[in-house]
Nanobody, 128 residues
Framework: QVQLVESGGGLVQAGGSLRVSCAAS????????MGWCRQAPGKEREFVGA????????YYADSVKGRFTISRDHAENTVYLQMNSLRPEDTAVYYC?????????????????????WGQGTQVTVSS
């Protein structure tokens, strides 16, 4: 019912910035929280952050807090992940997903089972 397409990934030097986007189509996702996760080769998928349905509340993993910012544009049905001060360990495929909730809270937003639709991911590579 909902299709998610991530874009904006690429190669960036450590300390640089990059913004990835998640465009939803098919149906609006404005009533749901949206999350970002990432997965490095050979590693498990890791929660990055999430934003509430109205964009007023965000929740981030400790590893990215203070460096990454999630925002959304309801008119465009799009969610963004602004990544600053990038580190090589940030290298991963970044995925967006539709939450089964409206507001992200600890213990819920960081669980993969709390999300439904997922995008195909966009590769982010951070060089030293």
């Amino acid at each position: 019912q909902v299709q998610l397409v991530e874009s904006g990934g690429g190669l960036v030097q450590a300390g640089g910035s990059l913004r990835v986007s998640c465009a939803a189509s098919g149906r609006t996702v404005s009533m749901y929280a949206m999350g970002w996760c990432r997965q490095a080769p050979g590693k498990e998928r890791e929660f990055v952050g999430a934003i509430s349905w109205n964009g007023e509340t965000t929740y981030y993993a400790d590893s990215v807090k203070g460096r990454f910012t999630i925002s959304r544009d309801h008119a465009e049905n799009t969610v963004y992940l602004q990544m600053n001060s990038l580190r090589p360990e940030d290298t991963a495929v970044y995925y967006c997903a539709v939450g089964r909730f409206g507001r992200p809270v600890r213990g819920q937003a960081d669980r993969a089972q709390e999300y439904g639709y997922w995008g195909q991911g966009t590769q982010v590579t951070v060089s030293s």
